[in-house]
């Protein structure tokens, strides 16, 4: 992706990487070119008109070396400034605002839950001043490990590395190949300040490997902070966070794409249209949720970007999914009424940001933010421990050139008799990011291993997660992602119980493509209106009429367990859920199959695998996803290879 006004890092050796005079940027290191075609994802060869809002800036600063000006100001001033800005700020630059607000309102005493409020509502957004005051207030209360470095040091070790003044050329750390550079409203003193701070940060920390998040917070930081020890001081406390369940800055490789692969999960979730019109558009969906940090924090204007960094040190990297969702939202949005035919998806959403002044206010983008419902800091943090879990296990911990680790269905490769592979990669991108990192590998056909459940049941067990895929004798196709194994079916003595968990879901691919999710995601509010059962082992699903005995109500926890209740993302062999029948996502016996309860079975499918029936049901609240008795034409059950 083109970078414009901004400068790339590359590594601190090689040839260096600069920007010609329309901002194209030019590759004169092989390096840097390995990174791009591989796991970074970055757009090749494209060339882009300069940002709206950045436009009249030029490049001041070589990005392969930090070159120190021979008579470096220092700023030492603990004070806040009278005009809340710093003196690294270009003031013509920095929008201006209306400072008539009471700029001393303390802010010392007031809660997190009063401050993220006011921080939401814009409280310190309209006085520079104010947010200046917020910011050091609000970092200094976070809790950090008890060696982060501090003012002091950074004002011993900048001393030592800077005090010769002969040596004006510093290489940048090695770990930021590839971030982005932000220069948003700074002077060229104050992009010498940001890479100071960021040599003096990798001199102090060799746990940091990867880190392209790092520049955005020292420049954002610098824009309010008096002196370079300062923002030093509070950038090493984001990175150094140790609050429960919530983190600031990834700073290795394996963390910052399970963060990636996170947004992918949840843009999956929260967004279904337009994750939709991203996986029939794009060829690895995966590379363009990759971008998301960059849509937030280089594509958005100033005032906009200031904004999501008010709430963000409020809140943490929670908050930046929730505004990235609802630009995916709007996003999708804005494509479907112009009634657009999206070719080139990343330049589409670039250009979407860069417009955005034309579809939401930055007041607006954070209502809609926080308007999604979202699980807790520590569901989020589950999902990417279990994110981070897939990366280790394929072998990806660091950046690997030329070697693209997230996998797609290969169009090329992939055969199947009910699906074309441009169906099946829709499908794919539906699963969670962690089994997705997985080419698909057929475990059972009808047209190869016969019509027997048994069958079946063989060639699945031992692979945990699957994908069923039908075809109806009337040509309509039909399926379900299923989490756990079949063998799960065995625990129950041979009798029918339910097993699997929220992260089951059916869907429809002809005549049209939809997916049904476990009904508890979508409409929380229903787990308070359900009447709950008693647990117990349910009867029999299967009657002459193929429909339940009693009544299938799902069970679900108790009211007060609701909001602790586990990520459907998660593995029930991670976690343990409330209750064992809280929801009915598998069943299977000898006389068939069942997929989704409550009112009916979402897929009914008989030992024979010639006959099916589909209904309504409360699992998962889907209409029937065929014709509702059905013949079975085909059948195919696919698997992941870890290979």
Same mark, same amino acid.
């Given at each position: 992706?083109?970078?414009?006004?901004?400068?790339?890092?590359?590594?601190?050796?090689?040839?260096?990487?600069?920007?010609?005079?329309?901002?194209?940027?030019?590759?004169?290191?092989?390096?840097?070119?390995?990174?791009?075609?591989?796991?970074?994802?970055?757009?090749?060869?494209?060339?882009?008109?300069?940002?709206?809002?950045?436009?009249?800036? *030029?490049?001041? *600063?070589?990005?392969?070396?930090?070159?120190?000006?021979?008579?470096?100001?220092?700023?030492?001033?603990?004070?806040?400034?009278?005009?809340?800005?710093?003196?690294?700020?270009?003031?013509?630059?920095?929008?201006?605002?209306?400072?008539?607000?009471?700029?001393?309102?303390?802010?010392?005493?007031?809660?997190?839950?009063?401050?993220?409020?006011?921080?939401?509502?814009?409280?310190?957004?309209?006085?520079?001043?104010?947010?200046?005051?917020?910011?050091?207030?609000?970092? #200094? %209360?976070?809790?950090?490990?008890?060696?982060?470095?501090?003012?002091?040091?950074?004002?011993?070790?900048?001393?030592?590395? +800077?005090?010769? #003044?002969?040596?004006?050329?510093?290489?940048?750390?090695?770990?930021?190949?590839?971030?982005?550079?932000?220069?948003?409203?700074?002077?060229?003193?104050?992009?010498?300040?940001?890479?100071?701070?960021?040599?003096?940060?990798?001199?102090?920390?060799?746990?940091?490997?990867?880190?392209?998040?790092?520049?955005?917070?020292?420049?954002?930081?610098?824009?309010?902070?008096?002196?370079?020890?300062?923002?030093?001081?509070?950038?090493?406390?984001?990175?150094?966070?140790?609050?429960?369940?919530?983190?600031?800055?990834?700073?290795?490789?394996?963390?910052?794409?399970?963060?990636?692969?996170?947004?992918?999960?949840?843009?999956?979730?929260?967004?279904?249209?337009?994750?939709?019109?991203?996986?029939?558009?794009?060829?690895?969906?995966?590379?363009?949720?990759?971008?998301?940090?960059?849509?937030?924090?280089?594509?958005?204007?100033?005032?906009?970007?200031?904004?999501? +960094?008010?709430?963000?040190?409020?809140?943490? #990297?929670?908050?930046?999914?929730?505004?990235?969702?609802?630009?995916?939202?709007?996003?999708?949005?804005?494509?479907?009424?112009?009634?657009?035919?999206?070719?080139?998806?990343?330049?589409?959403?670039?250009?979407?940001?860069?417009?955005?002044?034309?579809?939401? *206010?930055?007041?607006?983008?954070?209502?809609?933010?926080?308007?999604?419902?979202? +699980?807790?800091?520590?569901?989020?943090?589950?999902?990417?421990?279990?994110?981070?879990?897939?990366?280790?296990?394929?072998?990806?911990?660091?950046?690997?050139?030329?070697?693209?680790?997230?996998?797609?269905?290969?169009?090329?490769?992939?055969?199947?008799?009910?699906?074309?592979? #441009?169906?099946?990669?829709?499908?794919?991108?539906?699963?969670?990011?962690? &089994?997705?990192?997985?080419?698909?590998?057929?475990?059972?056909?009808?047209?190869?291993?016969?019509?027997?459940?048994?069958?079946?049941?063989?060639?699945?067990?031992?692979?945990?997660?699957?994908?069923?895929?039908?075809?109806?004798?009337?040509?309509?196709?039909?399926?379900?992602?299923?989490?756990?194994?079949?063998?799960?079916?065995?625990?129950?003595?041979?009798?029918?119980? +339910?097993?699997?968990?929220?992260?089951?879901?059916?869907?429809?691919?002809?005549?049209?493509?939809?997916?049904?999710?476990?009904? &508890?995601?979508?409409?929380?509010?229903?787990?308070?209106?359900?009447?709950?059962?008693?647990?117990?082992?349910?009867?029999?699903?299967?009657?002459?009429?193929?429909?339940?005995?009693?009544?299938?109500?799902?069970?679900?926890?108790?009211?007060?367990?609701?909001?602790?209740?586990?990520?459907?993302?998660?593995?029930?062999?991670?976690?343990?859920?409330?209750?064992?029948?809280?929801?009915?996502?598998?069943?299977?016996?000898?006389?068939?199959?069942?997929?989704?309860?409550?009112?009916?079975?979402?897929? &009914?499918? %008989?030992?024979?695998?010639?006959?099916?029936?589909?209904?309504?049901?409360?699992?998962?609240?889907?209409?029937?996803?065929?014709?509702?008795?059905?013949?079975?034409?085909?059948?195919?059950?696919?698997?992941?290879?870890?290979?």
């Amino acid at each position: 992706m083109l970078k414009v006004g901004l400068n790339y890092i590359s590594p601190a050796v090689g040839p260096t990487t600069n920007l010609d005079t329309t901002g194209t940027r030019t590759r004169a290191n092989s390096v840097m070119d390995d990174l791009e075609e591989g796991v970074l994802g970055a757009t090749q060869g494209k060339i882009s008109p300069k940002r709206p809002h950045l436009q009249g800036q *030029t490049e001041t *600063t070589n990005p392969l070396i930090l070159e120190i000006p021979p008579e470096t100001e220092t700023w030492v001033n603990d004070a806040i400034s009278c005009t809340g800005i710093s003196e690294f700020v270009d003031h013509n630059k920095i929008p201006k605002l209306d400072e008539q607000q009471d700029a001393h309102e303390p802010l010392i005493g007031k809660s997190t839950k009063e401050l993220k409020k006011l921080a939401r509502e814009g409280h310190w957004a309209r006085s520079h001043v104010l947010r200046a005051q917020a910011y050091q207030h609000i970092i #200094q %209360d976070i809790p950090c490990r008890l060696m982060t470095p501090d003012a002091p040091v950074y004002r011993d070790v900048a001393g030592k590395l +800077f005090e010769n #003044q002969s040596e004006n050329f510093h290489p940048l750390p090695e770990f930021l190949a590839g971030s982005l550079m932000p220069e948003y409203c700074l002077t060229t003193e104050g992009v010498t300040a940001m890479k100071k701070i960021l040599i003096c940060i990798a001199n102090m920390s060799p746990d940091i490997t990867y880190c392209p998040l790092l520049p955005v917070v020292v420049a954002l930081l610098l824009h309010y902070n008096q002196e370079e020890a300062q923002c030093f001081e509070n950038t090493c406390r984001l990175l150094y966070c140790n609050a429960s369940h919530t983190s600031y800055i990834d700073y290795s490789f394996l963390s910052h794409k399970a963060s990636c692969m996170t947004f992918g999960d949840l843009a999956n979730k929260h967004c279904p249209a337009a994750h939709r019109l991203l996986a029939s558009s794009a060829d690895n969906i995966f590379e363009v949720y990759s971008e998301w940090l960059v849509w937030l924090f280089d594509d958005l204007p100033f005032d906009y970007v200031i904004r999501i +960094f008010d709430v963000y040190l409020l809140e943490g #990297q929670k908050v930046l999914y929730r505004i990235a969702l609802a630009l995916l939202k709007q996003y999708q949005v804005s494509v479907s009424s112009k009634g657009l035919d999206v070719a080139d998806v990343k330049g589409s959403l670039q250009a979407f940001m860069w417009e955005i002044r034309e579809h939401m *206010t930055a007041e607006k983008l954070l209502e809609k933010a926080f308007g999604i419902r979202l +699980f807790s800091r520590k569901e989020i943090w589950l999902l990417q421990m279990a994110n981070r879990k897939a990366l280790v296990e394929k072998g990806v911990t660091m950046v690997q050139h030329r070697q693209s680790f997230h996998l797609t269905v290969n169009t090329l490769n992939f055969t199947s008799a009910i699906v074309t592979a #441009q169906e099946m990669r829709i499908v794919w991108s539906w699963i969670p990011e962690r &089994f997705s990192l997985f080419s698909p590998v057929l475990l059972f056909s009808t047209s190869e291993d016969g019509y027997s459940l048994k069958r079946l049941y063989s060639c699945c067990e031992g692979y945990e997660p699957t994908v069923l895929l039908l075809k109806t004798t009337v040509g309509e196709v039909c399926g379900a992602f299923l989490s756990s194994d079949w063998s799960e079916r065995k625990k129950s003595g041979g009798g029918s119980s +339910f097993f699997g968990t929220g992260e089951c879901f059916v869907f429809t691919v002809r005549p049209e493509m939809e997916r049904y999710e476990w009904v &508890f995601i979508k409409k929380p509010e229903q787990a308070k209106a359900m009447p709950r059962s008693p647990r117990q082992r349910s009867p029999s699903p299967f009657s002459p009429e193929g429909r339940t005995t009693t009544s299938n109500h799902l069970t679900v926890p108790k009211l007060d367990m609701i909001k602790y209740r586990l990520s459907p993302f998660l593995a029930t062999r991670h976690f343990k859920l409330p209750s064992k029948t809280a929801s009915m996502f598998m069943s299977g016996t000898r006389e068939g199959i069942i997929i989704g309860g409550g009112g009916g079975q979402a897929l &009914f499918i %008989d030992a024979d695998l010639h006959h099916g029936r589909t209904e309504h049901c409360e699992t998962f609240d889907n209409p029937p996803l065929c014709q509702e008795n059905f013949q079975v034409q085909l059948l195919e059950v696919w698997g992941f290879q870890n290979s």
